[in-house]
């Protein structure tokens, strides 16, 4: 199982691009790369999903160089509301949820 | 519109008391999870099911049970609830194979044991 680190905690201004990055240097070749937003008192809620190259949705762009042993997620243009804690998950879940790990994630503070 | 609802939302209970928490989904997944959030630790995995009748036990299962009837419904009971088992907990649900694997969760039920 492709154990995650990323940053404990990032703060960044209103209006600008943020980037973060998580490292998963034992990703298994039938691994994907998930990310999860969570704000205070609620669930988590599923972002975005890539196995390689770059994805793109209305929320966010994945970023995964052609080794996979790293990601990265980039939030275009923050506001407040993107103040939140974002999870790196790396796993197969053709064989299932449980086997996802949800680390400490990283806490983004957006200032106004 | 389908949702995943988690009662009660609050609630407080004494050392030794029985206590249940209601999960219940409408978007007929045939997967569904519990969790538990603790300062420091992100979520852990408590007990999950694949399907009706199916029950498995996750990373922190000690204490926990879970019966699945149903695909709507993963209840989740605390035989004899302890301080320890102080926590946010959420049920989540996901659509049964697939490479997406999305996990939807409810609000979370917060639980203190006095």
């Known amino acids: 199982l492709a154990k995650t680190t990323q940053p404990i905690s990032m703060d960044s201004y209103e209006g600008q691009e943020v980037n973060i990055t998580c490292s998963h240097n034992?990703?298994?070749?039938?691994?994907?790369i998930t990310w999860y937003q969570q704000f205070p008192s609620q669930g988590p809620r599923f972002i975005i999903q890539g196995y390689k190259t770059k994805v793109t949705n209305e929320v966010a762009s994945l970023f995964i160089p052609a080794d996979r042993k790293s990601s990265t997620l980039s939030l275009p243009r923050v506001s407040l509301s993107d103040t939140a804690v974002y999870y790196c998950l790396v796993g197969d879940t053709n064989f299932g949820n449980e086997k996802l790990t949800f680390g400490t994630g990283t806490r983004l503070t957006i200032i106004p | 519109d389908a949702e995943i609802t988690q009662s009660p939302r609050h609630k407080i209970t004494e050392t030794g008391r029985q206590v249940t928490l209601a999960c219940h989904q409408t978007w007929n997944h045939n997967n569904m999870f519990w969790y538990r959030q603790d300062l420091g630790h992100g979520l852990r995995l408590i007990h999950y099911?694949?399907?009706?009748?199916?029950?498995n036990k996750g990373e922190v299962s000690d204490g926990y049970s879970v019966s699945r009837s149903n695909t709507e419904d993963l209840p989740l009971t605390l035989e004899s609830a302890a301080s320890s088992q102080t926590s946010v907990y959420f049920c989540a649900s996901s659509a049964a194979g697939g490479r997406t694997g999305e996990l939807f969760f409810g609000e979370g039920s917060r639980l203190t044991v006095l």
């Open positions: 099911s694949y399907g009706v009748q199916d029950t």
């Open positions: 034992n990703i298994a070749t039938n691994d994907y």
